[in-house]
């Protein structure tokens, strides 16, 4: 498996770099809700423990994909050692271009037929 956290590199991302990215895309989240983002996007298949979380964030901060924030979403209900991490500008860019790669392979998958195409009675068209 290729080890890249790298933004500019055309490598392809971790598994564990893409969750953890695109749990962020929509806000940011303490790692503990990282890891249940993580868990809910892929149905229980992706399960990731505390060392491969933080081991991974350490590298996407070095790398500028990601950055610790000091805002809480509400300091009454938060527990102050928590630390929230969110996208930065070059995070952004390599998940939408990580997602742009994953959505071309799935296209020459459905041309190759190895995944079945959707058709517009399948979608209600």
């Known amino acids: 498996m290729i080890k890249n956290t790298s933004p500019s590199s055309n490598q392809p991302l971790t598994p564990a770099v893409?969750?953890?990215?695109?749990?962020?895309a929509d806000g940011e989240k303490h790692g503990y809700a990282?890891?249940?983002e993580v868990e809910s996007q892929t149905e229980g298949r992706i399960k990731?423990?505390?060392?491969?979380?933080?081991?991974?964030?350490?590298r996407m901060l070095s790398a500028g994909l990601i950055q610790e924030t000091d805002d809480r979403p509400d300091?009454?209900?938060?527990?102050?050692?928590?630390?929230?991490?969110?996208?930065?500008?070059?995070?952004?860019?390599?998940?939408?271009t990580e997602?742009?790669?994953?959505?071309?392979?799935?296209?020459?998958a459905k041309l190759k037929k190895v995944l079945p195409s959707i058709s517009n009675a399948e979608v209600g068209g």
């Open 34 to 36: 990282i890891m249940k």
């Open 48 to 58: 990731m423990g505390p060392g491969t979380l933080y081991g991974s964030i350490k």
């Open 75 to 96: 300091p009454e209900l938060d527990n102050e050692r928590r630390r929230y991490y969110r996208l930065t500008g070059v995070g952004e860019k390599a998940l939408r």
């Open 99 to 108: 997602c742009t790669r994953m959505e071309q392979a799935v296209t020459a």
């Open 18 to 24: 893409f969750h953890i990215l695109l749990a962020l």
